[in-house]
């Protein structure tokens, strides 16, 4: 693990400051070391970007064990990812989002005259947003993503109902109520007692095959309701390498989106 001078962290959330970064082989990976008023730390992996939760109530040798035992376990974490699968996107002017069937291109400038932030997307591909004037560096971002992921939350909704049908009709041959993309983090799909097929917008950026077995195993819910054996037996005679996607999201599903 190579760590620059982390000891010397600083003591609030270091955006727009000097990163301190983790290299894991041969990937850098920024470090954000935030101070907050629990009296827990915390570690995350989001974004590419690894985020240190510090409670303010640690401090001295014990607030030097905490980082060196979050740094590890991402460490640890991050070896065992391979994000040349995929490619994340990147929410600021002139940034690429790239899905199954479409690269989206994002046009961000200022709104004149305006208090609310807009979008729109324009020839299918190009998301144009106009950010209300006033807002902070940090509020524009977080307006950016929101923007831009509702639109194309909206644009790939086809997508998915096409992919669920024609798995539907290959392997199940059941009735679904209604399927949407959901902003979830927490978990990559569901499907309800009433039906309804819930997929991760985050798995538009993942490989094909992961995005497919997760619609699968929604449908395969459809006519059991449980994660017994008999379960386990569609999803697998559906996709028969269904372990290997498994696999993959416990490795690299947390570095989506």
């Given at each position: ?50 985020v240190l939760k510090l409670s303010r109530f640690a401090y001295g040798a014990k607030r030097d064990e905490i980082v060196r035992k979050f740094l590890k376990w ?105 399927c949407r993309f959901k902003r979830t983090r927490s978990r990559f799909g569901s499907c309800s007692t009433k039906r309804n097929i819930n997929i991760s917008f ?30 386990w037996c569609l999803v697998e005679l559906a996709m028969p390498d269904y372990k290997n996607c498994e696999k993959w999201l416990k490795n690299n599903g947390f570095?989506?989106?």
């Amino acid at each position: 693990m190579a760590v620059s001078k982390f000891m010397n962290y600083p003591t609030g959330d270091s955006e727009g400051g000097h990163p301190y970064r983790l290299r894991v082989g041969c990937t850098f990976y920024d470090v954000i070391y935030q101070q907050v008023l629990r009296t827990t730390s915390s570690v995350r992996i989001r974004n590419g970007k690894v985020v240190l939760k510090l409670s303010r109530f640690a401090y001295g040798a014990k607030r030097d064990e905490i980082v060196r035992k979050f740094l590890k376990w991402a460490e640890k974490r991050l070896s065992k990812a391979s994000g040349n699968d995929f490619i994340n996107p990147v929410y600021e002017d002139g940034g690429r989002i790239v899905t199954h069937n479409k690269i989206y291109d994002l046009d961000v400038g200022a709104r004149q005259g305006g208090d609310k932030s807009k979008a729109r997307l324009k020839n299918g591909t190009l998301i144009q947003i106009r950010i209300a004037s006033g807002l902070s560096l940090s509020a524009a971002k977080k307006t950016v993503q929101n923007l831009s992921e509702k639109l194309i939350i909206k644009d790939q909704t086809s997508y998915l109902c096409e992919v669920l049908n024609e798995l539907n009709q290959l392997y199940f041959q059941e009735n679904f109520v209604n399927c949407r993309f959901k902003r979830t983090r927490s978990r990559f799909g569901s499907c309800s007692t009433k039906r309804n097929i819930n997929i991760s917008f985050r798995l538009l950026f993942a490989p094909r095959e992961i995005f497919k077995y997760v619609c699968v195993h929604e449908l395969a819910h459809l006519k059991k309701f449980n994660h017994s054996k008999e379960f386990w037996c569609l999803v697998e005679l559906a996709m028969p390498d269904y372990k290997n996607c498994e696999k993959w999201l416990k490795n690299n599903g947390f570095l989506l989106g």
